[in-house]
């Protein structure tokens, strides 16, 4: 009976020493204490970068600005200046060299430029003169803003035919006689015929001179200006006309 008992103390405290057993957890009731990293956010930019177009340059045409007068000092011994752009026309009276001069005036497609010489302004030819500035900037003065004095004594003549064969015009007008004691010279040409005429794609002024009633030049395609002309009467007192050329075409 004794050894029963001490037995089951025995066993009571082998029992009580005994380590106790984990719990058991269902897997619903499982939590964790790490997190899972979630996702960053994509970084948003501060600042949009847009380029900036370069400027593109526009070309412009400039005109060329006109200047109302340029002074000239003459450089011929005699330099002739005439009543009309041309070695042809009428002469009024020479300058001197060393002259001071100003010049007020051009014409397109040639090298004569205006003197101011009032009452009557007269032309030079510019290779005889040193200009101060570029005579380009001048007016065009001719056949715009200048005339041509007129005869008292003779009307204007008639054109009577224009013909063109290729490059070749050959234009005809009403005779008018001129008397000898309207001669400026012996060598004076009776007719004037200021032609605007194209060459090598250029227009220019060619004032003709001649002493018969018909005259020939050439005149070639490939100007922009269309070209003109007309015929003057010249006798020493001045000039009758102009009659207008019927130009041609090609």
């Not at 948003?44 to 593109?56: A, D, I």
């Not at 450089?75 to 200046?81: E, G, I, P, R, S």
């Not at 002469?91 to 010049?103: D, E, Q």
């Not at 715009?144 to 234009?171: C, N």
Request: include cysteine; aromatic fraction near 10%.
């Amino acid at each position: 009976m004794m050894k029963k008992i001490i037995l089951t103390l025995l066993l009571v405290m082998l029992t009580s020493c005994a380590p106790a057993s984990a719990p058991t957890l269902a897997p619903d009731s499982v939590t964790s204490t790490f997190a899972a990293p979630t996702e960053l956010p994509s970084p948003t930019p501060t600042s949009t970068f847009t380029p900036t177009p370069l400027p593109t340059s526009t070309f412009t045409a400039t005109a060329i600005p006109f200047v109302e007068s340029l002074k000239a000092t003459v450089t011929a011994d005699l330099l002739t200046c005439r009543y009309g752009p041309g070695p042809e026309y009428l002469y009024l009276f020479a300058f001197k060299k060393g002259a001071n001069i100003n010049l007020i005036g051009r014409v397109e497609g040639s090298d004569w430029v205006l003197v101011e010489n009032e009452p009557q302004r007269c032309w030079i030819k510019e290779k005889f003169v040193t200009i101060q500035g570029d005579p380009q900037t001048l007016r065009s003065m001719y056949p715009d803003g200048f005339t041509l004095i007129v005869s008292p004594y003779y009307g204007p003549t008639a054109v009577l035919s224009a013909e063109r064969k290729g490059d070749e015009v050959t234009v005809t007008w009403m005779d008018v006689p001129v008397s000898p004691g309207k001669y400026e010279t012996p060598d004076m040409f009776p007719y004037i015929i200021e032609v605007w005429r194209c060459e090598n794609g250029q227009i220019i002024f060619d004032p003709i001179p001649s002493r018969l009633p018909f005259i020939t030049f050439i005149d070639q395609a490939g100007c922009s200006i269309p070209s003109h002309g007309r015929v003057y009467v010249q006798e020493k007192h001045g000039y009758a006309g102009p009659a207008e050329i019927p130009w041609p075409v090609r």
